[in-house]
């Protein structure tokens, strides 16, 4: 009796264990703590205000073989683009150059990695991704 309570203790602990999301570290305003979050896919979140604009990232981690990563507008002094946002999945051979934010990625890769009510407004203004 003992052993098949272990066994189904075990069971349980596993099971339960498949199902546990990941945690999500603060990074709080830590630059440095997110890019790393990023270039490694860990869940994660920040936030960054510059110049009266403030941001909010999420790094949601691995799906598939890309990296899941939202950035959000939470206020900005150009109205339209408050609450804007992107989801996109980068592949890990560019993760460290989006996370830097490199010109070497370029701004039509980002197009076509990215979605989102931000891109639409991108593209609104003249951003087009490339056709593949």
């Known amino acids: ?3 098949i309570l272990l066994i189904a203790l075990v069971l349980a602990l596993f099971i339960a264990g ?3 999301e990941p945690k999500v570290k603060d990074c709080g305003t ?3 703590c997110f890019k790393e979050a990023m270039k490694t896919c860990t869940p ?6 510059d110049k009266g604009t403030s941001v ?19 206020d900005a002094p150009i109205p339209i683009l408050k609450d804007k946002e992107m989801n ?8 460290e150059a ?4 490199s010109s070497d990625l370029g701004s ?8 989102g009510s931000l891109i639409d407004l991108m593209k609104s203004f003249g951003a087009a991704a490339q056709p593949k």
């Open 56 to 74: 909010e990232g999420l790094v949601k981690g691995w799906e598939g073989d890309k990296c899941a990563i939202n950035m959000k507008i939470l």
């Open 18 to 20: 498949c199902f546990h």
């Open 1 to 3: 009796m003992k052993k």
């Open 108 to 115: 039509q890769k980002a197009l076509e990695m990215c979605s």
């Open 30 to 32: 830590d630059d440095a």
């Open 44 to 49: 994660a979140t920040a936030k960054k205000t």
């Open 98 to 101: 989006f996370s830097s934010g």
């Open 88 to 95: 996109c999945k980068v592949p890990k051979a560019d993760l």
